[in-house]
């Protein structure tokens, strides 16, 4: 069985920031694509996609509210991802969930087989 565990998350300044890590478990992490979606407050029946590798960590995609700000990379000897989150703003307090499928990248959340519980993550002004 596979374990997303995520990592990482807390309470920063804005403008400050913050690196999350997701470590697998069960499963074959190389073949995974990774993939990091958050809910906001008040927004809880929607996931919104931040960012996404793919299992060769040569392609990578972001959500256009984070696209500049956020890394996403890779160790597959760790078995993590990584979410670099720097110009952290109020907008971004959520709870970040890491997630995986096969191989390729997707930006629906409907696409991945395994999440893990989430962080969260609190912006302050």
């Known amino acids: 069985q596979v374990h997303l565990g995520e990592s990482g998350g807390g309470l920063v300044q804005r403008g400050g920031s913050l690196k999350l890590s997701c470590v697998v478990s069960g499963g074959a992490f190389a073949d995974y694509a990774m993939a990091w979606f958050r809910q906001a407050p008040g927004k809880e029946r929607e996931r919104e996609f931040v960012?996404?590798?793919?299992?060769?960590?040569?392609?990578?995609h972001y959500g256009d509210a984070v696209k500049g700000r956020f890394t996403i990379s890779r160790h597959d000897v760790l078995n993590t991802v990584y979410l670099q989150m720097d110009r952290l703003q109020r907008e971004d307090t959520a709870r970040y969930y890491c997630?995986?499928?096969?191989?390729?990248?997707?930006?629906?959340?409907?696409?991945?087989?395994?999440w893990g519980k989430g962080n969260q993550v609190t912006v302050s002004s």
């Open positions: 997630a995986s499928r096969y191989y390729y990248e997707d930006k629906k959340p409907e696409e991945y087989d395994n």
């Open positions: 960012a996404s590798i793919n299992f060769s960590g040569n392609g990578k």
